[in-house]
């Protein structure tokens, strides 16, 4: 069992910059795909980035040019730099990995865009 931890949310101006970390309680070497997912209030969840064990990335069109996504094997960790924030970011992002067993999420961290 693998447990992911995010952390680095917060309030953030528009305009503003924020980075989020995921940290993961083993080995993510044979995680194929992690990504990040983001929720906000009366939507489904969307995902927002993901990178393959290869380094291949995918972003939705709303976030491409402002956010990137990074994963570090030896350290176990993702990471998610959000840059030029705008208030419809505002949402919990999740951090997400896909082993060859199944599939972890963790728990969310709020990342809010206003002034």
């Known amino acids: 069992q693998v447990q992911l931890v995010e952390s680095g949310g917060g309030l953030v101006q528009p305009g503003g910059s924020l980075r989020l970390s995921c940290a993961a309680s083993g080995s993510i070497v044979n995680f194929n795909v992690m990504g990040w997912y983001r929720q906000a209030p009366g939507k489904e969840r969307e995902l927002v980035a993901r990178i393959t064990l290869g380094g291949t990335l995918m972003y939705v069109d709303s976030v491409k040019g402002r956010f990137t996504i990074s994963r570090d094997n030896t350290k176990n960790s993702l990471s998610l730099q959000m840059n030029s924030l705008k208030p419809e970011d505002t949402a919990v992002y999740y951090c997400?990995?896909?082993?060859?067993?199944?599939?972890?999420w963790g728990q969310g961290t709020q990342v809010t865009v206003s002034s």
């Open positions: 997400y990995g896909a082993s060859p067993i199944r599939d972890y």
